[in-house]
């Protein structure tokens, strides 16, 4: 398990804008360096990164709130910031996934008053 | 429905980017020359901490946690601190408790005399000593991640506070041994820590300010190693640009010049975890 930041509001109003942030420790490995002895390093990088939203009471996986692809120029423990609109109480879950069958999942309850 | 109502804005990809588009007011750990400590009375501190040569990006990227990548290092040796590792079925905690308490103000004062060790040691030191000593376990390579990651916690406790140098007589042998080997020339550049880090402090060495070499963040994330790294790395890079041959870290060298390092940024508090570029 890969060590992750999250920040996600506890509480917000309804209709409020508020900021998402996800940061995690991963190498980010390219695949086009070589180690110190010169051997290649095999790539292994996230790929793509999803958040979602399933609203308290429902169940299914959930609205796709912001996702992204992730490539190689992008740099080891990537952080990512992004906002939405707050408009129910209910669960964020984030996702990483990426070579050598990666990932990872992470969830941020948000209340909304 | 979500997808109509919300509207998400990417900031940015990357530790760069993201860290240009915000901004924040510094908090108190922010680092700012010490008045105290080395200066007298109404002295005026010369001494700034390499933070104030970065960047305003790459500040934002050190005083905000959320962004601060090296957090990353100080959660991973937070959950270790409490692992129980090594023959004797024991972990940091069993000993030392609360890490916010008992290792408040710790890494302060290191390198340190190790009565036990007979000798001056750094922080890593300090931490594979327990574990080999109290733990049982195998000592860490130094520089090692997860060691990094231990060095990390235990100097998160202390940030803010002002550096404290031992003032020990060995501790004091070993500063001044550091002293002499930041004057003398080496490599086949033939230059000495001095004549870039005093002497031409604040100038340019290629695209990048020269800053005064105080060692207050440490361990803290280089955005050129895209990750956490102690002192001796650091000082390993610069004997290498100077084209030196590298002391091996843990040496008596390394530690001395560590510990002189830490003897002039005296009273200026400490960053831990700080990031460079």
């Known amino acids: 398990m890969a060590h992750t930041i999250l920040t996600v509001p506890a509480v917000a109003k309804s209709g409020e804008i508020i900021e998402l942030r996800a940061l995690i ?11 110190s002895e010169g051997v290649m390093l095999p790539r292994d990088l996230i790929r793509s990164f999803t958040c979602r939203f399933l609203e308290r009471g429902k169940s299914g996986e959930g609205e796709l709130v912001f996702s992204a692809t992730l490539h190689a120029a992008i740099s080891a423990n990537p952080f990512l910031s992004f906002h939405t609109t ?19 999942t992470e969830r941020a309850h948000i209340a909304v008053r | 429905m979500i997808g109509k109502s919300t509207k998400t804005v990417l900031l940015g990809l990357g530790l760069g980017l993201a860290s240009a588009v915000l901004t924040f007011a510094p ?12 200066g007298a009375g109404a002295m005026v501190d010369a001494r700034k901490s390499g933070y104030e040569f970065m960047l305003p990006a790459t500040q934002v990227l050190q005083r905000d946690d ?39 103000g710790v890494a302060a004062k290191y390198p340190a005399y190790s009565s036990s060790l007979k000798r001056v040691i750094n922080l890593q030191q300090q931490i594979n000593f327990c574990r080999a000593a109290r733990q049982g376990a195998v000592p860490f390579a130094l520089e090692n991640p997860a ?10 406790q202390s940030r ?25 020339r080496m490599g086949q550049i033939d230059l000495s820590c001095k004549d870039c880090h005093v002497d031409l402090a604040g100038r340019s060495l290629a695209g990048n300010l020269i800053p005064q070499a105080h060692p207050t963040g440490y361990p803290l994330y280089r ?37 002189y390092l830490v003897k002039r940024a005296a009273g200026m508090p400490l960053e831990s975890p700080a990031v460079r570029p």
């Open chain 2, 27 to 38: 908090p108190a750990h922010a680092a700012t020359t010490a008045g105290a400590g080395a």
């Open chain 2, 223 to 259: 955005l050129a190693w895209q990750a956490v790294g102690g002192l001796q790395r650091r000082l390993r890079n610069c004997l290498v640009g100077i084209r030196a041959e590298p002391y091996a870290f843990g040496s008596e060298e390394m530690v001395a010049l560590e510990a």
């Open chain 1, 86 to 104: 707050a408009y129910a109480s209910g669960t964020f879950v984030l996702t990483w996934s990426g070579d050598n069958g990666f990932t990872q």
């Open chain 2, 160 to 184: 803010g506070m002002l550096t404290a140098p031992s003032s020990d007589a060995v501790t004091v042998a070993a500063q001044n041994k550091g002293q002499s080997l930041f004057n003398q």
């Open chain 2, 66 to 104: 959320s962004q601060n990548p090296a957090m990353l290092w100080v959660k991973d040796g937070a959950a270790r601190w409490s692992q129980i590792e090594g023959a004797n079925g024991k972990s940091c905690a069993s000993c030392h408790a609360h890490a916010k308490a008992s290792m408040k």
């Open chain 2, 147 to 156: 060691l990094l990651g231990l060095e990390s916690y235990v100097a998160f």
């Open chain 1, 25 to 35: 420790q991963h190498p980010m490995e390219t695949g086009y360096r070589r180690s």
